[in-house]
C-alpha cells in the first residue's frame, strides 16, 4: 500500500502546529497524585505519563517534567497516593493542575476533600472512586540515548493498600466503565471518556481452545 507520511527526527523538531508524540501515544491514564512533604503540606497534582507496570507486587509509576512538589515530596518522604480521575472530577482535576505558591493546598484550592490513607500519611482524594497507597520503590533521571541526564524524573511505587467503591464491583468483577475514567489524548486540552459501547472483546491465542 502507497502512501504519503510526515516523518521527522524528534531532535530536529517536528515541523506542525502542536508536538504529536503525546497524542499519539493515547489515549492514557492520569496520575493524579497526592503526596505530603516532611512537614505535613499536602500537595495534589495530575501526571498524563502514568501507569502500571507490574502485577505482583503491583508497581505503577509516573514521569515528571521537572523537579515539581510531586517528585520533592515523594523523595522525602517514601510515599504517595495516586486517586483515580474521572468524569464528575474532570474539572476539580483540572484545577489541581495550577501552579500555587508553595506550600498551597491543591486539595482546597480544587473544592476537594482530603481523606486519612490507612497505610501512607499523603491524603486520598475522598471524592474519587479508587485510591492506591503507594510506597516509593524508584526514583529515575531519566537520560537520552547519548547519556545526556533529562530534567525529568520517574517516579515508581509498590502499591500497598487499595481501595474501590462497592458500586465499581459487578459479583466481585471491577467495571471500568462504570467508573467513568478520564484519560489524557494529547493537544492543550483534549480528554476522552470511556464507555461500554466501545468495548470489545479479544481472546489472547494462548487461551484458546485447541
Given at each position: 500500500m502507497s502512501r504519503q507520511r510526515h516523518s521527522y527526527q524528534p531532535r530536529l523538531g517536528h515541523g506542525l502546529p502542536h508536538d504529536p508524540l503525546n497524542a499519539i501515544i493515547g489515549p492514557r491514564p492520569i496520575g493524579w497524585i497526592s503526596s505530603v512533604n516532611a512537614a505535613g503540606q499536602r500537595n495534589l497534582a495530575p501526571y498524563s505519563f502514568f501507569n502500571c507496570f507490574n502485577y505482583h507486587p503491583p508497581i505503577i509509576g509516573f514521569a515528571s517534567s521537572g523537579?515539581?512538589?510531586s517528585v520533592k515530596?515523594?523523595?522525602?518522604?517514601?510515599?504517595?497516593?495516586?486517586?483515580?480521575?474521572?468524569?464528575?472530577?474532570?474539572v476539580a482535576m483540572n484545577e489541581s493542575s495550577a501552579s500555587l505558591p508553595h506550600g498551597e493546598d491543591e486539595f482546597a484550592f480544587s473544592g476537594l476533600t482530603p481523606l486519612a490513607a490507612t497505610q501512607v500519611n499523603a491524603s486520598m482524594v475522598a471524592e474519587s472512586p479508587v485510591n492506591f497507597e503507594c510506597k516509593l520503590t524508584q526514583c529515575i533521571q531519566l537520560q537520552a540515548a547519548d547519556g545526556e541526564k533529562l530534567p525529568s524524573w520517574l517516579v515508581l511505587g509498590e502499591?500497598?493498600?487499595?481501595?474501590?467503591?462497592?458500586?465499581?464491583l459487578d459479583n466481585g468483577i471491577y467495571q471500568t466503565a462504570r467508573a467513568q475514567p478520564i484519560l489524557r489524548a494529547g493537544g492543550p486540552?483534549?480528554?476522552?471518556a470511556i464507555?461500554?459501547?466501545?468495548?470489545?472483546?479479544?481472546?489472547?491465542?494462548?487461551a484458546?481452545?485447541?
Open positions: 523537579w515539581k512538589d515530596n515523594i523523595t522525602e518522604t517514601g510515599e504517595f497516593v495516586w486517586n483515580l480521575a474521572t468524569r464528575p472530577l474532570a502499591v500497598v493498600a487499595i481501595h474501590i467503591d462497592n458500586d465499581l486540552s483534549a480528554y476522552y464507555s461500554e459501547e466501545q468495548r470489545f472483546d479479544l481472546v489472547r491465542p494462548d484458546r481452545p485447541r
